[in-house]
């Protein structure tokens, strides 16, 4: 087998070779497979789209392993040893620098966001292990990753348990063992101060949070000593939680750019945390949280969601010496496009990235 590794933007013929796609809902055990696979390798690295997830299986890889071969690479974190055989990483954070046997990225159908999605994207068509990579994330995806890699060997898993709608309770009568989700830190804080002060306690779990106090609370909670979670919806993106029942305090929230409803696939990633491995879970509504839809809660349990349709991605090769340098970058950044997909395109062009156009993805 060629060396695909060797290639900055990898030819279409070869950007499947030796990628699998392992796609389902949440609780289908992808990243389990992903640490297990990679620990048959030699060398591995794993891309992560959260530093507390990142964190989480860093702690996993070194139980199996040892510290002095696991390097974990965050935005806000770094642990390298001397010679690391394995590396954990957020997706943003993978180094693009070292030659590994495997090479694994989680929650692929993040290259739809507009802030982030352009990483993922640039991760699912250019980096590559030597003999194996890995790309896990939602059915969703499935289509778009199809279309962007022919030939890609796709495997859908089941969740392993069952997810079931429990309705609306007050944040009062929530059971214990519940994650009560909100979209604001002054939402958040409220709700944990509320439950402070009636059930007994409470872990608050934000991205904004520093990763000592963030790792405090997570044990906070998974030690037993609280029975309720508070947390934004990180917590969607692939944490292991000992969570019985998700309930929603809010479906809104500010994405950089408007309020807006969130989405049933976003709803679902969330909605997911519930139940572990065998154990069911359930998923309702509480605080000022609209309620659901009879369409919308059938969605969420049968885990099935409407297919992605559009991806970012970004030139990172511009030119701004003259506007005529700039308008053949332009041209340039047209013709990769139309090489990743394998026909003419219409594209969105902003300065310094571009979002393929949402008719002409597929």
């Known amino acids: 087998m060629d060396d695909v590794t060797r290639w900055a933007v990898l030819p279409r013929a070869v950007r499947a070779r030796g990628v699998s796609a392992i796609l389902g809902p949440t609780n289908t055990g992808k ?26 299986v860093y702690q996993r890889v070194v139980a199996q392993v040892g510290a002095e071969k696991v390097a974990l690479v965050t935005g806000e974190e770094k642990i390298k040893p001397k010679a690391p055989r394995y590396w954990v990483a957020t997706v943003e954070a993978m180094p693009r620098d070292i030659d590994v046997a495997f090479v694994a990225i989680d929650e692929v159908q993040l290259a739809t966001d507009l802030d982030r999605g352009h990483v993922f994207t640039d991760r699912i068509l250019n980096r ?15 289509p778009l990753i199809e279309r962007l890699l022919p030939g890609v060997h796709v495997q859908e898993r089941p969740r392993l348990s069952t997810l079931s709608f429990a309705g609306e309770r007050k944040i009062s009568r929530l059971p214990p063992r519940s994650a009560i989700v909100a979209f604001s830190a ?16 409470a872990a608050v779990v934000m991205g904004a949070l520093s990763p000592r106090t963030r790792n405090a609370q997570v044990e906070l909670y998974q030690s037993g000593d609280v029975d309720f979670l508070v ?24 994405d950089g750019y408007q309020f807006r409803q969130l989405t049933a696939a976003e709803l679902g990633q969330i909605a997911g ?7 069911d879970g359930t998923f309702g509504v ?3 949280a609209d309620p659901f839809e009879d369409a919308l809660v059938e969605a969420l349990e049968s885990h099935r969601f409407d297919a992605v349709k559009t991806i970012q991605w970004r030139n990172r090769d511009l030119d701004f010496a003259s506007i005529a340098a700039l308008k053949a970058r332009r041209v340039k950044s047209f013709n990769i ?3 990743i997909l394998k026909k003419p395109i219409g594209m969105l062009v902003s300065v310094n990235f571009l979002h393929l156009a949402k008719r002409n993805v597929l």
């Open 31 to 56: 990243t389990h497979l992903a640490i297990t696979r990679m620990l048959g390798h030699e060398s591995g690295i794993i891309g992560l789209p959260l530093r507390l997830l990142a964190r989480e």
């Open 128 to 142: 590559r292990g030597r003999h194996e990579t890995l790309l896990l994330g939602s059915n969703a995806v499935r």
């Open 186 to 201: 002054e939402e958040v804080y409220a709700i944990a101060e509320f439950i402070r002060r009636h059930r007994g306690g």
């Open 231 to 254: 947390a934004t919806d990180a917590i969607g993106m692939g944490l292991n939680l000992d969570v019985d029942h998700v309930a929603f305090a809010q479906n809104r929230k500010f």
């Open 273 to 279: 945390r519930a139940g572990r491995h065998m154990r």
């Open 286 to 288: 509480t605080g000022r």
């Open 337 to 339: 496009c139309s090489a």
